[in-house]
Structures are given as structure tokens and as C-alpha cells.
């Protein structure tokens, strides 16, 4: 929100008080300066000038060639306009200027073969007006040589105010020069209403009625007739401008001015179009539709608010009234309306109607019900001075049930316990008193305050203890240097995914974090999306059900930027829909997943080695090297039977007794496509709390092997189809215990050895904790075991 | 004889000191040590020796071929790492063979950061889901319904009961619903915004929270424990201050500050001309919150913070554009 300071100056006295200091006493009193526009600054280098002199351009018709006076030295200046004249005093731009419209910096230049040290400005350059007939011609009064910013009066500071929800009183200049009148101890002044009257009772001019008393608990209404709708004068224009609005006519000028004075949003009614001069405020009907002020047809429900004459709606409480009651240049009789309406109601229907205009903006955080009449009053006293308008007698207000200020009492020692510091009791009701807060009564330990209404904020102990301190400044508050904490049990929920994280990466992944918001057709791939009801865009509709989709974008997006191999991992939540509806935590499932994915080569060309592509056995292998640093590799069985899944081409899963706790694989070409990749892409997911829950045996020392090992190699021709672990179970079956190890290193299939057949290469380890083996024993054990493979899976033993 | 070891000893202890290769060792080798070398002679030529001199000899002669031995194996180890073959069979200047590890994401590391200096400060650190209810979210954290603070954040909506959390505070509505002060804890995790995504906003960032309750919490404390955190996280080179806020959660609430460390407060593109950086919002918890979770805020008083990790990961590394940290492209995953 805008302030201009000159604004402000009109209700506090702030002299001897630089605007530097007023921005940063604002920022750490709670009214947040987020930015400052210092108008003066644009007219740096600009002076009144007074021409003493001026002469036709010996070379050029159209231009003439002065002498401006700055005060302090008289200058050569040629000028192009036609009504400069010689005794006038005008805007001067002297060499270094910068024109506000269109940004060019004044030079020292040679016009035509004359000497030019300056511009002489019309209105247009200096950004103020359209006119650019001729050169701005100023008060003949100013001198010479005053900063053309402040002979116009522009020289103002504007603030750009982030006002908090909660500070509904801030949203207007008087509110925030009563913050400046606390801050700085300085008196407050309010405008004083002195109306002028006519004989013409208001009641047989206007009539209101509210139907609905809790939607609007206050509606005041002023009539003034005969006024002239016209610009606004210059005083009004400028303060309209300094705060970035657009000036319109006077009466609805008067009607904005009044909101950013004193908070209350107005609203004008042509008089002559309310059908039987009556307002009555009632629900809108469902489905109801209404054209406002913006040229837009609005569709209505029964829930929202509307202010209505005796046939039609008229406007939309407190949002934006209706195109056909507007003030027009044709109006004569204005009926001017300053109500209080329900927070709640207000942005239920600015919200549903997406509209958000300055009057719902103040009325949903709570604008003050007692200040209507003022509001209503200074509006008509100005109608009647700026558009010659005649007030008609009293007031129409209806009010059935006054809002009264509320009571809170402040104990000095809570302010204390909450703050951690003493503010003296003088201090704490200097402060209450500058906001406008009445002291009712005091004792030695507390005080009994009375909260203006214009403060909803304020409801309890705790808000006046903010208030007291946010004046007295958060920075005077000591930081405390040492604490005492309790001993208790410390715990972190997140140490074993960081443990994860740390064990990922020293097999080489690097971690990602994908966006967990998906496109609904990509979400669903891996399960039941969980949608949203009113998402930005259509790309975070859903919540990703796995992880997979999200490293597969991210797979993609490296891949184009040339990133071909890549190990990456993701710890994150995944959502899927188990009850058709949610309306509990149980009908839906949130499991913090680690997702694995691996893609392109395991090994680049080099010196030493030739490139190999990743497959699946590389994904196995850094699995099984990632349960292993977790203590898990022996707890989790493999399941290569697992169910088809349409995402994956084969897959297999990891299993902790009969549960399921990490599946993956090589994922399918047909989901590869959909995300335009063209390599294949291995990837594989845990479920963490599945991971985490696995109760470990508390590690034990076990006794390093004092005996040697012995070990035996051994090969097979088998038929194809036999897998590993078969050959791998049979050789234990043929074996004592004294076989520790069995491993497979190596594996070929060639012509030589027949038709679907294949060689496969055994390494057995042999030993015994107690005691030193003999030759003949392990023999013995080896050839039994080779003979169990030869006679159960039909192989021909090659030797070693 | 003795006299004869004597002398060969001193020849060869002579001889070798002459060499400098090995070809000229290998000469020496084959002169003294070689099976009809010099010392193979003198053993030879023990055979002579009266019987009760033999053992002196004997024990002379052994003594001489061990350090002849030693002396030559000492040296020949020595010419051969000097060697001119041996140095070329290892050019240090190849590639070592690759190994590679990987990194935490730059967001889990700044994290990471940041819950060791909180655990310093004696916090538990609490994670809570991302799916919450609307209670969590906002009304047992004192928004009211209707009103215009639920506008501070732009809410993804599942249903009217259901929606994603806007901040990791609904964690300090279950982490007080479980445990009775003192309760001391940060609660970091991912939250949503439905906005435009953008270079300045994305519709997901990462949040840390922290609450202390206990008796005897003070505002002053809080200052102290967040310019004890900024002070090891910013390190000491900085002014703070607290300013005003607003927090429907707490009461009264302050946003912290500190210099700009790029312009050291003059005033610059990253702190929009103001020479402070926002880097929290923290405040005392809200008597409203402690009677929704059943503490006694009479007995009780607490304090609660809040940062985002992206912003704090933005002004420390001058990252540019906050979809950089979701994008994962692997030459940004690698800077880190």
C-alpha cells in the first residue's frame, strides 16, 4: 500500500524528523517499508528560472534564444516553444537534468550556431501533465532558483507499505500516522468535521433498510444534492496521484480520498437511479446475475451480500458497486454510503467471485464500525465544498446493535515472563495512549485498557504486550546470553534417511529433489493420484505416487543437455489414493521412499579399460552394496518372480520375510518413449520405514579366522536355462558345512560347448573356525559336490 | 687366511664403492659372488686350514660372504628404483583409474548445516507428513477461518478437509499433541504453495521450524538462541535486527534480519536497496495454539521459528533461479 508523507503530514507533526529515519522507525515498528520513491529525486537539477530575456533565433524562425535566471547566474537558453515570453517564471532543467518523460539528459548544446545551457520545460517533459502545447508557465510569486520539486509541491516521499493481515487500522494515512505519533511522541491532529447543513430532512430524501443485520451491523448514509460533478481540484488530484490512483471526477475522488485518509471504503450512489430512493440489504438470489462498475457481469450466489434499491441490486456489498447506479457527470444527488460489513461474509464473496478491489481489501481484515458517521461526514462536508453540493439534515444509521470497545487487562509481570525484560510502567501506558488505546483504570501490578475499534486485532493480554513492545522496539530488548535446558531424551527422525543419503552417495549417486507435483497423466503411471482441487496449473496436478516419474524427468532433461550417465537417487514422499474420497489419514497412503535410478555407461572409455553400458547386474550389485553398509544385505531375500508390472520389462524385489519392501528394474520401453528417453534405465525403489523398522541384532565382535582357507575352483557345461542359483543351491546340498562361499566368476556360452549350452565357473571356500583343514577332507567334499551338480542338473564337469 | 678375508673385505667394500650401474655391480657380482667367484674360492680353500683353526675361519669367512651379500643387495635395490627402465614404466602424468562418489543435494547439505547447529543448541528434530489436514495446517495454529492471513499462503487444496501443508508448523501441533513440555525441536521438511512456478517461485520449497516450550521461555531467548544459529551460520561479520511481523501462531512476532553480505548494508540488487536480508520469521506461540494442543499457557510460554532452505541456498551461492534446484542436471548436482 501507498503513503505519501506530505499526506501524512496533514494529521501528525513530524518536523525535525528526516525521511530516513520515519522509513526505518516504520520498518522496525511493524509497518514494513518496501520501497521508497523520493519524488524530489526525479527533479534533481530542476529550478524555477525567470526568463529576463528573450530574442528571436538569428538563424531559425521557429526558436528563440533567452536569458533564464537560476538565482545564480544568467544563462544563454534556446527555446522552441511559442509562448515563452520575457518576464516570466518557468521549469527549468539546468545541464545535468534528467526530463522525467523520456529520460534524456540535458547537455550543453549549440542550436542553429547558438549556445544553449539548459531546457526550458512544458508540463509534458516534466511527466505532470498531457500538455505539451507550450512551455509550463509558474506562479510569478516563486523565486528564482527554488528546486522546482518543491515549488510544485512535489516534493513528496512515498512509501510502498507491507501491511500484515492483522493490521487492518494501517491501511490508511491517519492509521499510520497515529504508529508515527506513538513512535515518535508526537501529537495527532484529526480533520474536523464542520458540516453546513440545508432544512431538507434526509428521511424524506433516502430510506435504508437491512435485512440482514449480521452480514452489515452498521449502514450510515448521508444525501447531498445539487453537486456539480467536475474535476477535482489540484490539492486532491495531487494526493489521488502521489498514491498511484487515477483521478476520476469529484465525487469519486472524494470517495477514494476518504478510504486512504481514514480507512472507511464509501461508496457514491446516483440518488436519481435508486428505484423509490431506497437501499435495502439483503442476500443476493442464487444464480443472480449483475453487471458492475468494470463493465462485468457477475454470477451470484445466495451467500453473498448485495446492497439493492427497492427493485434491483445495486452493488455488491462492500466490493464494487453496479454499473447502473454509478456516479455519472449527469449525477446531481449523490447518496453517499459508509457501512460496516461482516469480515467473513465480505471475502467469501470476493474470494469466490475472485475480486479483490481496496473496499473488500479493508472490510475482510475488519474496518472500524464506529468510525462510519465520521467517514460519511467529512465525505458530504467536501462534496459540498469541492462539488457545491447541499448537505441534506442528519444522518440515516442504521445500527441495531452497537459494537463496543473491548476491555483487556495488562499485568505488568506478564509482560516480563513473555518478553524476558522490564519495560517501565511509564513506557508501557505512553506507548497504549500514543496507539489511541483509553487507560480505564490501573493499579500497581496491572491496567484495565480499552481497545478503539479500530483495532480488531487487539483481544487479548498478549496483543497488547506486541503492541507495548513493537513500540518500544524489539532491538531494546536484550538477546539473553546464556539459557538452561532440560536433559531430556534428544531424538532425530531424520538421521536414518541421512544415513541412506550418505550411503548412496558412496556408491557414487548424486541426489536429486524432483518436483513431488505431476501432471495427472504422468502421476498415475505408477498408482492412484491424489489430485488437486484448485492447483495453479494443470502441471501440478496430481502428487507422484512413486518416485520413478520424477527421475525419469530428470533423466530426460540431462539427457538432452548431453548428461548421458547418470546415478542418482531421491529420498522423498510418495502419495496414493486408497478410499475413493479422503476424509481420513487412512484414505490415503504417505511412505517416504528411496528412489535409485542408473542409466547410460557404468564405465566410459579409458586407458585402462573399455566402456561398459549399465545393466541390470550393476543395479543388483549397487543394491546389494547399499543394504550391505545398512546391515541389511542378509536380511533381504531377492524376488525375481514378482508380479508383471507394465512399467518395468523384468523386474524383481526385495524382500524382508514376506513383505515387500523395495521393488525395480529395467524400466519398460514404453513408458521410456513417453518421456522421450532412448537409452534404457535401470531404477529401483525402498520404502524407508519398511527399511528402517527391520529390528538388527545389536552388532557382535566375531573371532577373526586363525585357520587358513582353502579354496577350490571348478566348472560346469550346463544347459542354458539353468540359473546360477540352482548350480549355487545343488552345490551346497552336495557339500558339508565345512563349504563357506560359493561364487560364481565366470560365464560363457560358445559353439564349442553344444547346442543351449553354457560354462559356468565356480569358486568354493573352504574352512574351519577351529581348526586347520586337511587336503584330503576338502577333497573329499569338493569331489562329493561336484558329483551332486554332474548327476542333479546334467552337467559335464570341464575341470578347474 | 684370515688376513686374506680381511683383505677381501676391504677390496670389495673399495670395489663397490666404485660402482655406479649395474652392469657394473652384476661385473662385482660375478668376481665375489658367482659359484667360482672369490669367496666360492676361499671356501674352497677351507678346506686347508688346519682343523682347530677352522672354526675361526669358518665363522670369518661366513661373516665375510653375509656382508658382501647385504652390501651388494642394498645396492643393486638401490641402482634399480634409479634405473632408467624402471622410471619409465610409470608415467604419473596418466589419469588415475576413475572412482567417483556422489553428493547430497546442495538443499539436504544446507540442511544439513543447519540441524547440526540446532543440535548443538539441544534440539530433537521431528518430521511430520506433507498431506495434513486443514486443522493441522491452519485452524489449531490459530487461523482463523475466513480469514485474510490464510491468504499469506497460497494453499493447494485435495478436498476442504485435506490440502498440502503450507509451512512444517502442523509438525509442532503433533509434536505438542504427544509430548508435554518441556519440548525443544526443529522440524525441517518440503511444503507447498500453489504458485506460478518462476526463476523467484516454485510451487514446493523446504522449511525448518523450531519450538521451545518450556517454563520460563522468554523472547529474549529466542533472540538469543537465532543470533547464537545466524552467528554460526552466517559466521560473526553481520548487524541483525528484529522487526514486527505478523504470524497467526505467534504473538507477539518478528521477522530477523541481518547486513547484506553482498553490499554489507549499503544497499544493493539483493536486498533490494534496504541493506537487510530477511532470513526468518519467528515470534512467542500464540496462547490460542497452546490451549488447541492442551498446554497451559499461564504456566507455559514458548518461542517457534521458521526459514526456507532455498532462499538461505540462493543468497549464500548466488544461485540464480530457484528451478535450478529442482531441474537436477547433473552439472548443478556436481557444483555441490
Known amino acids: 500500500m501507498k503513503i505519501s508523507l506530505n499526506w501524512i503530514k496533514n494529521y501528525v507533526d513530524l518536523s525535525g524528523i528526516s525521511s530516513d529515519d520515519i522509513t526505518d522507525k516504520l520498518t522496525i515498528s511493524g509497518l514494513e517499508v518496501e520501497d521508497i520513491e523520493d519524488k524530489a529525486k526525479l527533479f534533481d537539477n530542476f529550478v524555477v528560472g525567470y526568463v529576463k530575456e528573450r530574442k528571436k533565433h538569428p538563424n531559425a524562425d521557429k526558436l528563440s534564444v533567452c536569458i533564464v535566471s537560476t538565482g545564480e547566474e544568467d544563462l544563454n537558453v534556446v527555446c522552441g516553444a511559442p509562448n515563452v515570453a520575457a518576464g516570466q517564471k518557468i521549469a527549468f532543467a539546468k545541464i545535468g537534468a534528467v526530463v522525467p518523460n523520456g529520460g534524456f539528459k540535458i547537455t550543453k548544446a549549440k542550436l542553429r550556431g547558438e549556445v544553449s545551457m539548459g531546457m526550458i520545460c512544458s508540463a509534458n517533459e516534466l511527466g505532470i501533465s498531457d500538455d505539451h502545447s507550450g512551455i509550463m508557465v509558474l506562479d510569478p510569486s516563486l523565486p528564482a532558483g527554488m528546486p522546482l520539486a518543491e515549488a510544485l509541491g512535489l516534493n513528496d516521499v512515498v512509501f510502498e507499505l507491507g501491511i500484515t ?636 | 687366511m684370515l688376513q686374506t678375508i680381511s683383505e677381501t673385505n676391504k677390496n670389495f667394500s673399495n670395489e663397490i664403492s666404485q660402482v655406479s650401474d649395474l652392469k657394473q655391480l652384476e661385473n662385482l657380482r660375478i668376481k665375489y659372488l658367482s659359484r667360482k667367484g672369490i669367496i666360492a674360492t676361499l671356501f674352497e680353500d677351507l678346506k686347508t686350514v688346519p682343523k682347530e683353526d677352522k672354526p675361526a675361519v669358518g665363522k670369518s669367512l661366513n661373516e665375510l660372504r653375509n656382508s658382501v651379500q647385504t652390501q651388494f643387495d642394498t645396492l643393486k635395490e638401490k641402482l634399480e628404483a634409479l634405473s632408467g627402465n624402471n622410471k619409465q614404466a610409470v608415467d604419473f602424468t596418466l589419469p588415475g583409474r576413475g572412482k567417483s562418489v556422489g553428493s547430497k543435494h546442495i538443499l539436504i547439505q544446507t540442511l544439513d548445516e543447519i540441524k547440526t547447529i540446532f543440535r548443538g543448541l539441544g534440539f530433537s528434530i521431528a518430521e511430520g507428513p506433507e498431506l495434513e489436514s486443514d486443522y493441522n495446517n491452519f485452524s489449531a495454529l490459530n487461523f482463523a477461518p475466513d480469514h485474510p492471513a490464510r491468504d499469506m499462503q497460497d494453499t493447494f487444496f485435495i478436498n476442504k478437509d485435506y490440502l498440502l501443508r503450507t509451512h512444517t508448523s502442523p509438525v509442532q501441533i503433533r509434536v505438542m499433541q504427544n509430548q508435554q513440555p518441556p519440548v525443544r525441536a526443529i522440524m525441517p521438511g518440503k511444503v507447498y504453495r500453489n504458485e506460478a512456478i518462476s526463476a523467484r517461485s516454485y510451487c514446493l520449497f523446504h522449511q525448518v521450524e523450531g519450538l521451545c516450550v518450556d517454563k520460563g521461555v522468554t523472547f529474549a531467548e529466542l533472540k538469543g538462541t537465532l543470533v547464537s544459529f545466524a552467528r554460526q551460520f552466517y559466521g560473526s561479520g553481520f548487524k541483525y535486527r528484529f522487526r514486527p511481523s505478523f504470524f497467526p501462531f505467534t504473538e507477539p512476532s518478528a521477522e530477523m534480519d541481518i547486513t547484506c553480505f553482498l553490499c554489507k548494508g549499503k544497499g544493493c540488487r539483493m536486498c533490494k536497496q534496504t541493506g537487510w536480508l530477511e532470513i526468518l520469521g519467528c515470534g512467542m506461540v500464540d496462547p490460542n495454539v497452546f490451549k488447541n494442543v492442551g498446554y497451559d499457557s499461564e504456566k507455559y510460554t514458548g518461542y517457534a521459528f521458521g526459514m526456507g532452505i532455498e532462499r538461505i541456498a540462493i543468497l549464500k551461492y548466488d544461485i540464480p533461479d530457484i528451478r535450478l534446484y529442482f531441474e537436477n542436471d547433473l552439472r548443478f548436482l556436481k557444483q555441490f
Not at chain 1, 466490493?319 to 446531481?332: L, W
Not at chain 1, 470497545?405 to 516480563?416: C, D, E, G, Q, S
Not at chain 1, 558339508?736 to 571356500?765: H, R, T
Open chain 1, 165 to 800: 493481515p492483522n493490521r487492518p487500522d494501517a491501511l490508511c494515512h491517519i492509521g499510520v500516522a497515529r504508529d508515527l505519533a506513538a513512535i515518535f511522541g508526537r501529537k495527532m491532529t484529526l480533520p474536523e468535521v464542520d458540516l453546513k447543513e440545508i432544512e431538507e430532512d434526509i428521511n424524506g430524501a433516502a430510506s435504508i433498510e437491512v435485512e440482514n443485520t449480521t452480514g452489515c451491523p452498521r449502514y450510515t448514509a448521508k444525501v447531498v444534492k445539487n453537486v456539480t460533478v467536475k474535476e477535482s481540484p489540484e490539492w486532491l488530484k495531487q494526493r489521488l496521484v502521489a498514491i498511484g490512483l487515477r483521478p476520476i471526477n469529484n465525487i469519486v475522488d472524494i470517495t477514494n480520498f476518504i478510504l486512504h485518509e481514514a480507512g472507511q471504503p464509501l461508496h457514491a450512489f446516483d440518488l436519481d437511479m435508486l428505484k423509490d430512493h431506497k437501499i435495502v440489504v439483503k442476500n443476493a438470489m442464487e444464480g443472480e446475475s449483475f453487471v458492475t462498475l468494470d463493465s462485468k457481469e457477475r454470477k451470484l450466489s445466495a451467500a453473498d451480500l448485495m446492497i439493492c434499491d427497492a427493485a434491483k441490486p445495486v452493488a455488491i456489498a462492500g466490493v464494487m458497486g453496479g454499473e447502473n447506479s454509478e456516479v455519472t457527470p449527469e449525477t446531481k444527488n449523490v447518496l453517499i454510503e459508509s457501512a460496516y460489513f461482516n469480515p467473513s461474509s465480505i471475502r467469501k464473496t470476493a474470494k469466490r467471485l475472485i475480486l479483490s478491489t481496496d473496499a473488500s481489501y479493508r472490510f475482510e481484515r475488519g474496518t472500524d464500525p464506529n468510525n462510519t458517521l465520521y467517514a460519511a461526514s467529512r465525505a458530504a462536508q467536501l462534496m459540498a465544498e469541492l462539488g457545491g453540493g447541499e448537505v441534506l439534515k442528519g444522518t440515516i444509521d442504521v445500527y441495531p446493535q452497537k459494537i463496543e470497545p473491548l476491555k483487556v487487562n495488562l499485568r505488568y509481570a506478564r509482560i516480563t515472563t513473555v518478553m524476558g525484560f522490564e519495560i517501565a510502567e511509564p513506557d508501557v501506558k505512553n506507548i497504549l495512549l500514543g496507539l489511541g488505546f483509553t487507560i480505564l483504570s490501573e493499579n500497581k501490578d496491572s491496567l484495565d485498557v480499552e481497545v478503539p475499534t479500530y483495532r480488531p486485532d487487539i483481544e487479548r493480554e498478549v496483543d497488547l504486550i506486541e503492541e507495548v513492545a513493537r513500540i518500544y522496539g524489539y532491538d531494546k530488548i536484550p538477546p539473553v546470553e546464556r539459557i538452561a535446558i532440560a536433559l531430556e531424551e534428544k531424538t532425530d527422525q531424520s538421521a536414518y534417511q541421512d544415513k541412506l543419503r550418505e550411503t548412496a552417495n558412496s556408491l557414487g549417486f548424486y541426489e536429486m529433489i524432483t518436483n513431488s507435483l505431476q501432471p495427472k497423466e504422468i502421476a498415475s503411471i505408477t498408482g492412484k493420484t491424489i489430485d488437486m482441487l484448485n492447483p495453479d496449473s494443470l502441471d501440478m496436478a496430481s502428487l507422484r505416487t512413486s518416485l520413478l516419474p520424477g527421475a525419469l524427468i530428470a533423466v530426460a532433461k540431462n539427457l538432452n543437455v548431453g548428461q548421458k550417465d547418470l546415478m542418482l537417487f531421491e529420498v522423498g514422499h510418495v502419495f496414493n489414493k486408497i478410499a475413493p474420497e479422503i476424509k481420513s489419514f487412512d484414505d490415503f497412503s504417505e511412505e517416504n521412499k528411496i528412489g535409485f535410478i542408473i542409466t547410460g555407461k557404468a564405465q566410459t572409455t579409458q586407458w585402462y579399460e573399455k566402456e561398459r553400458a549399465f545393466d541390470i547386474y550393476d543395479l543388483k550389485g549397487l543394491l546389494s552394496a547399499f543394504l550391505d553398509k545398512i546391515g541389511l544385505d542378509n536380511e533381504l531375500k531377492d524376488l525375481y518372480t514378482h508380479v508383471e508390472n507394465k512399467n518395468f520389462d523384468y523386474t524383481f524385489a526385495k524382500l524382508y520375510k514376506d513383505t515387500v519392501v523395495g521393488f525395480g528394474g529395467a524400466v519398460s520401453k514404453d513408458v521410456l518413449k513417453k518421456f522421450d528417453i532412448n537409452q534404457e534405465v535401470f531404477a529401483f525403489e525402498f520404502n524407508i520405514e519398511a527399511l528402517k523398522s527391520i529390528q538388527l541384532e545389536p552388532k557382535r565382535f566375531k573371532e577373526l579366522l586363525k585357520y587358513p582357507k582353502i579354496v577350490r575352483d571348478c566348472a560346469f557345461i550346463l544347459d542354458r536355462q539353468i540359473t546360477c542359483e540352482e548350480v549355487v543351491n545343488v552345490i551346497r546340498k552336495g557339500s558339508s558345512a565345512l563349504l563357506k562361499k560359493v561364487e560364481l566368476f565366470d560365464i560363457f556360452e560358445s559353439g564349442n560347448l553344444g547346442n543351449n549350452k553354457k560354462s559356468m565357473a565356480f569358486s568354493l571356500e573352504y574352512f574351519d573356525e577351529s581348526r586347520t583343514l586337511k587336503d584330503e577332507e576338502v577333497e573329499k567334499d569338493f569331489n562329493r559336490a561336484v558329483e551332486t551338480v554332474k548327476k542333479e542338473l546334467n552337467a559335464e564337469f570341464r575341470g578347474i
